[in-house]
């Protein structure tokens, strides 16, 4: 990732629950983008990080992500306040 930008996309999509080949209701029964009840951790192999932020639609500006480098690589934390519908992750 020398001097890149790496985006990692969420999309909270905890609200479904078809089948493989169900019918989408024309309505909706309950709501489409429900809260997350933990926040997101994941792990990036191999990669180091100064600055980890995450943008949305569901919030103003950029809001600045906990992490930390390590042997394995970059660790992240993605508040579940964060992920309403839809949030990318900037990794610089």
Same mark, same amino acid.
């Given at each position: 990732? +020398?001097?890149?930008?790496?985006?990692?996309?969420?999309?909270? $999509?905890? $609200?479904?629950?078809?089948?493989?080949?169900?019918?989408?209701? $024309?309505?909706?029964?309950?709501?489409?983008?429900?809260?997350?009840?933990?926040? /997101? +951790?994941?792990?990036?192999?191999?990669?180091?990080?100064?600055?980890?932020?995450?943008?949305?639609?569901?919030?103003? $500006? @950029?809001?600045? %992500?906990?992490?930390?480098?390590?042997?394995?690589?970059? @660790?992240?934390?993605?508040?579940?306040? %964060? %992920?309403?519908?839809?949030? /990318?992750?900037? /990794?610089?």
């Amino acid at each position: 990732m +020398e001097g890149g930008t790496i985006l990692v996309n969420f999309l909270n $999509g905890t $609200g479904t629950s078809l089948a493989p080949g169900e019918t989408i209701p $024309g309505q909706l029964t309950r709501p489409a983008w429900p809260a997350l009840t933990e926040d /997101i +951790e994941f792990l990036l192999p191999g990669i180091k990080a100064q600055t980890v932020y995450a943008v949305s639609p569901d919030f103003e $500006g @950029h809001k600045a %992500l906990p992490f930390s480098v390590s042997t394995d690589g970059l @660790h992240v934390t993605l508040p579940k306040e %964060l %992920l309403k519908a839809y949030t /990318i992750v900037y /990794i610089k």
